[in-house]
């Protein structure tokens, strides 16, 4: 009275397969997925700076795109602000004496000081990988603390480091990918 269930025959077997392998295949709709997913860090800009940032990406690698410029810029304003750390370690201090608001650390590092159309930015987000924001957040915390500086102004003074950063060092071209760069980046400045 049992009956034993019936394999199916190779015929079903190869349909569910083939419909399983075109469901694999179908392409998804929107932005291409990435090896970490990225968070919307949300800053004013100017229509200057967003030029900026897609010129500062055909100066880079290929493999390079201009969603990657947030990540690099906020990688390039960490090692700087962790190199003046260092160089104020022996003293009690986070920024040297003489830098007393923003446009003196603009002036430290030879950084020409922002323009009047950035002070008229528009809101944007811009997509960051999860160890940026925390490096975007560490830096904002230090600059708001000692110069009432807000996030924007932060991711500013970190776009300007990185054109600074590939004019400086145009061998900078030859590393393909972000994390060779950012390696390369944190090697400069440590």
């Known amino acids: 009275m049992s009956k034993k269930k019936e394999k199916p025959d190779d015929e079903a077997r190869q349909r569910a397969s083939t419909l399983a392998a075109l ?42 795109s201009r969603a990657d410029i947030s990540d690099l810029a906020i990688s390039v304003l960490s090692a700087r602000l962790e190199a003046l750390r260092r160089a104020v370690a022996d003293r009690n201090r986070e920024m ?6 923003l446009e003196s650390l603009y002036l430290l590092w030879d950084l020409p000081l922002p323009t009047s159309d950035e002070q008229e930015p528009n809101w944007t987000s811009i ?10 957040g560490r830096a904002h915390g230090t600059l708001n603390a000692v110069f009432g500086a807000n996030r924007s102004q932060t991711f500013s003074l970190a776009l300007s ?3 600074q950063l ?5 061998l900078i ?10 390696k390369h980046i944190i090697a400069l400045h440590g």
Do not use: C, F
């Open 23 to 64: 469901l694999k295949e179908k392409p998804k709709r929107g932005r291409p997925s990435r090896n970490v997913s990225r968070q919307n860090v949300y800053v004013a800009l100017a229509k200057s700076q967003k030029k900026q940032m897609k010129q500062l990406a055909g100066l880079l690698a290929d493999q390079i």
């Open 96 to 101: 040297p004496e003489g830098i007393t608001d």
């Open 127 to 136: 997509r960051v990988s999860p160890q940026q924001v925390i490096e975007l």
């Open 161 to 163: 480091l990185l054109e």
């Open 166 to 170: 590939i004019e400086d060092h145009p």
């Open 173 to 182: 071209q030859q590393y393909a990918t972000v994390e060779d760069l950012r």
